[in-house]
């Protein structure tokens, strides 16, 4: 069976199966002296804003990974980076909510970004164990050069045949990763990998089948996805660029080597690009940056929108 056949082989997942609980909210209650439970009266003293409490069942028992390990300063810079990729890409997709081209895309693409979502709150609070840091800490309260996601993450959504290229190469790349990872020497990071590839897969998935429906649709459609392919290019090299940092945690097992990766990332798209017949683009390579806290123009605005709350209301919970 060829690549295209393995990621092609199902259509594109239901997505109202994954996170439907996240975040779910209940009123509050109290007991009763039988034993039932009804709404708190209000009185006096009662915050007329009223108070949401979030269902008992702790947020952390969600997350994916080893209870009660500390991360090293190593192993915490590598889950960082991991996290940023996953917690910016998640928040580019949320935008596409109430404005993909099909109603069902809206479900789909705003269920890939609650799977992502899951992913980087995974990463961060491991990354976090190092310091003391939580993951909200991590997401809502560090400053643009402190992130360390690859350039691929933040480019904009575009129109759709640009986020869908953004998807391709994302998903291909996050699958070769967590499935490296999933044999990691670091067993927290195993078990999110373990989680995270299963996910991925499918997202791949549904990038593959956009890519082969928009290439081999109308003259237009056609036309914007191969704008789009060679507009995202240029930003692949920057994941598979090896660094210090990796060089020392894969020696010790921990890390996948990124340029080990890059020869299966190429054959999968080769094997995609030839249905689609598109080619892979040449010229123009980005220098990235991301890693070590140099980012894309957009990612400030990016931030900006996403910590705004977090900022302006310091402490509040709900």
């Given at each position: ?33 039988e ?7 209000p ?34 810079e ?8 996953a ?41 976090g164990t190092?310091d003391?840091?939580s ?5 809502y309260w ?25 998807q ?13 990872l ?9 078990a999110?990998?373990d ?40 930003y692949?090299?920057e ?64 931030l900006?929108e996403?910590?705004v ?10």
């Amino acid at each position: 069976m060829s690549d295209v056949q393995r990621v092609s082989s199902r259509s594109a997942r239901s997505t109202t199966e994954e996170g439907a609980g996240e975040g779910r909210v209940v009123p509050p209650v109290v007991e009763r002296a039988e034993g039932e439970t009804k709404r708190p009266e209000p009185t006096p003293d009662t915050d007329l804003r009223g108070e949401v409490t979030v269902d008992q069942v702790e947020l952390s028992a969600e997350l994916a990974g080893a209870e009660g390990l500390a991360a090293t300063a190593d192993v915490a810079e590598y889950a960082l980076c991991l996290g940023d990729d996953a917690l910016i890409l998640s928040q580019q997709l949320g935008a596409w909510i109430a404005r993909a081209p099909e109603l069902e895309e809206d479900v789909a693409l705003g269920n890939i970004a609650l799977d992502l979502l899951g992913h980087a709150r995974s990463l961060l609070r491991y990354a976090g164990t190092f310091d003391g840091r939580s993951e909200d800490d991590l997401a809502y309260w560090r400053d643009e050069p402190e992130f360390r996601s690859a350039w691929l993450f933040e480019q904009p959504n575009g129109d759709f045949a640009h986020t869908i290229a953004r998807q391709l190469a994302a998903s291909v790349y996050q699958f070769e990763l967590y499935s490296a990872l999933s044999s990691s020497a670091d067993d927290t990071l195993a078990a999110i990998a373990d989680k995270a590839v299963k996910e991925v897969d499918y997202h791949r998935d549904h990038a593959v089948q956009w890519t082969l429906r928009l290439a081999g649709g109308t003259d237009e459609s056609r036309r914007r996805m191969i704008s789009a392919v060679a507009d995202v290019w240029p930003y692949i090299d920057e994941l598979f660029r090896d660094e210090p940092l990796t060089d020392r945690l894969a020696e010790i097992g921990v890390a996948a080597r990124p340029s080990a990766l890059r020869d299966r990332f190429d054959a999968v798209v080769a094997a995609v690009f030839a249905e689609a017949e598109l080619t892979v683009p040449e010229g123009f390579v980005s220098s990235g940056g991301g890693r070590r806290g140099s980012h894309f123009s957009t990612l400030g605005y990016l931030l900006a929108e996403m910590q705004v709350l977090a900022r302006q209301h310091p402490g509040a919970t709900w």
